[in-house]
């Protein structure tokens, strides 16, 4: 069992940066595949990026890759979404969500995620 919460979220400006976190519960944090997925109103849910577990390996959509940056802290059982030269489209509930995979396998779908956080509002102004 993970639990799982997100924060960091609010209010940027379009070219600036913000820092979500994501805090987790649980002994076995570390053996999960860590995911950041945002959705819009009307939108379905879509992949932002992960972190696997075993050689932290990470990837990300192409609409973010180069601009965001995941990191995990198996320490501290926390996963953070750098988010640097942010634009409008970037703004979403962003949810932290956590897998059980094999290896560096990287799952994009969220059916594949089986805990998630409640999610944290990020708006980027133009």
């Known amino acids: 069992q993970v639990q799982l919460a997100e924060s960091g979220g609010g209010l940027v400006q379009a070219g600036g940066s913000l820092r979500l976190s994501c805090a987790a519960s649980?002994?076995?944090?570390?053996?999960?595949?860590m995911g950041w997925f945002r959705q819009v109103p009307d939108k379905e849910r879509e992949f932002v990026g992960g972190i696997s577990w075993r050689r932290g390996r990470t990837d990300y959509s192409s609409a973010v890759k180069g601009r965001f940056t995941i990191s995990r802290d198996n320490a501290k059982n926390m996963v953070y979404l750098q988010m640097d030269r942010v634009n409008p489209e970037d703004t979403a509930l962003y949810y932290c969500?956590?897998?059980?995979?094999?290896?560096?396998?990287?799952?994009?779908?969220?059916?594949?995620?089986?805990?998630w956080g409640q999610g944290t509002q990020v708006t980027v102004s133009s």
């Open positions: 969500a956590a897998a059980w995979v094999l290896a560096d396998l990287m799952p994009r779908q969220p059916d594949e995620y089986k805990y």
């Open positions: 649980g002994r076995t944090f570390s053996t999960y595949t």
